[in-house]
């Protein structure tokens, strides 16, 4: 069963037009998947089929373990979302609900190698000059 | 991606709970920089970016 409803897979595939350049999904899941990352995983499936400037590459948290480490992975479900670089975007846990959201801004930002955000937002993030860690807690919905 | 030192990880707390303990989250949204500060709720964009550049006294 999908999970993207066909009224919402229309308007995404509208939507995610203005992706100019590839946008990858780099997912981190373990051969017994728990059900969050089957979930994951289902969902992703389904966004990466929107957008053929979108595409999705499956990794095993073991057998690609020093991959993980490299990226900074440390927990799964993990969904990264990356363009001709990393820019350091994480999800941990499923990206539903409002988090699908989130999801699909950070693909279209990717996508746009822009983020959206205001320029008086960007003159206080240029200041900073050391390696910052952001962690997000949120809730599913 | 406004800056290449930030990177942004979005933690689903009932999925990782030891980290919600860690972290001692009480409300969502919750912002932990750099492992040791924390922002409590949702604030307007650039606001937020000045919290995290106070968080880090850069």
């Given at each position: 069963?999908?999970?993207?409803?066909?009224?919402?897979?229309?308007?995404?595939?509208?939507?995610?037009?203005?992706?100019?350049?590839?946008?990858?999904?780099?997912m981190?899941?373990?051969?017994?998947?728990?059900?969050q990352c089957?979930a994951t995983r289902?969902l992703l499936?389904?966004?990466?089929?929107?957008?053929?400037?979108?595409?999705?590459?499956?990794?095993?948290?073991?057998?690609?373990?020093?991959?993980?480490?490299?990226?900074?992975?440390?927990?799964?479900p993990?969904t990264?979302?990356?363009?001709?670089?990393?820019?350091?975007?994480?999800?941990?846990?499923v990206p539903?609900?409002?988090?699908?959201?989130?999801?699909?801004?950070?693909?279209?930002?990717?996508?746009?190698?822009?983020?959206?955000?205001?320029?008086?937002?960007?003159?206080?993030?240029?200041?900073?000059?050391?390696?910052?860690?952001?962690?997000?807690?949120?809730?599913?919905? | 991606?406004?800056?290449?030192?930030?990177?942004?990880?979005?933690?689903?707390?009932?999925?990782?709970?030891?980290?919600?303990?860690?972290?001692?989250?009480?409300?969502?949204?919750?912002?932990?920089?750099?492992?040791?500060?924390?922002?409590?709720?949702?604030?307007?964009?650039?606001?937020?970016?000045?919290?995290?550049?106070?968080?880090?006294?850069?």
């Amino acid at each position: 069963m999908a999970l993207i409803k066909e009224k919402d897979r229309e308007k995404l595939i509208g939507i995610m037009k203005i992706i100019e350049e590839d946008v990858k999904i780099v997912m981190f899941t373990q051969e017994n998947e728990c059900q969050q990352c089957q979930a994951t995983r289902g969902l992703l499936e389904e966004v990466a089929a929107l957008s053929e400037k979108v595409s999705l590459e499956m990794r095993d948290f073991e057998a690609d373990a020093e991959m993980a480490k490299n990226l900074g992975v440390d927990k799964i479900p993990a969904t990264l979302i990356l363009g001709e670089k990393d820019y350091g975007i994480r999800f941990y846990g499923v990206p539903a609900g409002y988090e699908f959201n989130v999801l699909i801004q950070d693909i279209l930002d990717v996508g746009k190698r822009s983020p959206g955000l205001d320029e008086k937002t960007k003159e206080v993030l240029a200041t900073i000059q050391k390696p910052v860690h952001l962690q997000v807690f949120i809730s599913p919905t | 991606m406004a800056n290449d030192n930030i990177s942004a990880d979005m933690v689903s707390g009932s999925e990782f709970p030891f980290l919600v303990v860690k972290y001692n989250v009480s409300g969502v949204p919750h912002t932990v920089v750099n492992e040791e500060h924390g922002i409590a709720g949702a604030l307007p964009e650039k606001d937020f970016a000045e919290e995290i550049v106070k968080a880090i006294g850069a």
